[in-house]
């Protein structure tokens, strides 16, 4: 049995691992990669395995970085089952098309850009059409159901906490006799965080994947992030502004929503201040799945099934109010008055929040509040690196608003939520392979397990195989020659848009003249001259 590392390997996105047994050959995961120019590039790239072998899939939640290549599965000619829990199914219904409708919008604005500049135009990733008639090929399953895909696989799903229907995904492969159990973690939530459940506990395991994302970083205290939510939202109203929340579509929007709805007992004055202030959800996406979350009550914690018992609605309140067309969306940036805006999408790549940021950012008065993950590249996360000077829909804006941070939104565990679903393993695994996360964060998370349980862990890369027979990490797989082939060829396109991106960047500084310290850049750019003129000599001979 073999195992490939084809997205979030030393990386937050593009979530998909190929498993190859003697008896099958399925992907855990089919995601996205998100970022920037370059990531959008290797979304495009050619799969390193044959479509037609692939016997099934696995998916673990339906966030777009874990599902948002499906549809070019099936666009290029996958028809078998899709496998994922219910509600993950009902949220790719509407996720899914929106995610196509914006590859759609993407492609046209590019492909103007591309014809002023004599390129070739594209067609867009997969269309929201294309991407609708994927989702006949789904196929649900119930938290805690054993299935058997394949002969001699067995695979159950477990609610990972992180959104609704997200999972934790145990897969029992047996070969020659004998039973080998991996453990996928997908996305583990965070513990007590109100509206879902807890994140279930795994007892045994041979080997597993874990992702990392907050690997290195300990979230404040669930309790305390409604106090600061008000805080900041009071503080920036009083003073005339709006609050702006980039916000996931599916997740952070309905905790928000649920905050708001459960802390009108304890935050009488604050909310009684704000009960007049107007709060739009402007996302046509973050509606539906809004109404999905009242669909799965079995998803939801105890708390909010007795909301919904007593007959409130807990992702409801008097002054919350929901956008449908983008004329709605418009609109909101020709009021004068203070307002809280939670738009789509999280990490400021696409959607509405564009145009929210635009109208708001160079205005002190407002705050632009993050809670989740931004990864590198987006510019969510230049925003919370402090950058100053910003390009937002070809326009320079010069940030003045506040920007904020409340990470125990997130729906990721952080490190010591980790190390916790970590230690339920009675039976240890063998090895713990370090995924989804950035570098920093997968060398602490590693480390932390080793020394704490005495695990031995690994960090692949994309496209490195872990051969279970040889209990070997291999870089690429060199005996499959048109695989490489494609590995190498994905490679060299990767580097040549990084290179170009990096390139682009030190002329922008060298021309800014800004006074930086060019040392470090100048002896990195030498060191990046002797490799590639050893790979050069290398190459002639």
Known sequence: MKITFLGAA???????????????RFLVDCGMFQGGEVEDELNYQEFIFDIKD??????????IDHSGRIPVLYKRGYRKRIYATHATVDLCRYMLPDSGHIQEMESEWKNRKRKRAGKPLRDPLYTAEEAEESISIFYGVDYGEVIEPAPHIKVRFNDAGHILGSSIIEVWVNEKG???????????????????????????????LCESTYG????????????????????????????????????????????LHRERDLYKDEIEFLN????????????????????????????????????????????????????ESKALNEIKTPMIIISASGMCEAGRIKHHLKHNLWRPECTVLFVGYQAKGTLGRKLLDGEKDVKILGEDIHVKAEIEYIESFSGHADQRGILEWISNFEKKPKKIFIVH?????QEELADKIEAQFGIETLIPSRYDVYDFDKEELIKGEVEDKEKFKLELNNKLEEMKLRSEKAFNKLQEILDKKDGKDLTGIMLEIDNINESLMKLYRELLD
């Open 437 to 441: 996360g950035e570098d920093e964060a």
């Open 276 to 327: 007049n202030i107007p709060v739009y959800v402007d996302s046509p996406l973050a509606t539906s799945i809004t109404d999905v979350f009242a669909k799965h009550p079995e998803c939801l914690d105890d708390e909010a099934r007795e909301y919904i018992k007593k007959g409130e609605l807990p992702l409801d309140f008097p002054n919350l109010h929901f956008t449908h067309s983008a004329e």
């Open 54 to 63: 692939i016997d099934f899939v696995l998916l673990t939640h339906a966030h």
């Open 216 to 259: 290195n970083r300990i979230h404040e205290e669930v309790s305390d992030r409604a106090k600061r939510l008000m805080e900041i939202i009071t503080r920036t109203i009083k003073r005339g502004g709006n609050v702006i929340i980039p916000s996931f579509a599916v997740g952070r929007t309905q905790e928000i929503l649920y905050e």
């Open 178 to 208: 004998k039973e080998t159990k991996i453990v996928f973690s997908g996305d583990l939530g965070n513990k007590k965080v109100p509206l879902l459940r807890d994140v279930t506990p795994i007892n045994e395991a041979d080997y597993v």
């Open 10 to 24: 030393k990386e937050v996105t593009g979530s998909c691992y190929l498993v190859e047994t003697e008896n099958a």
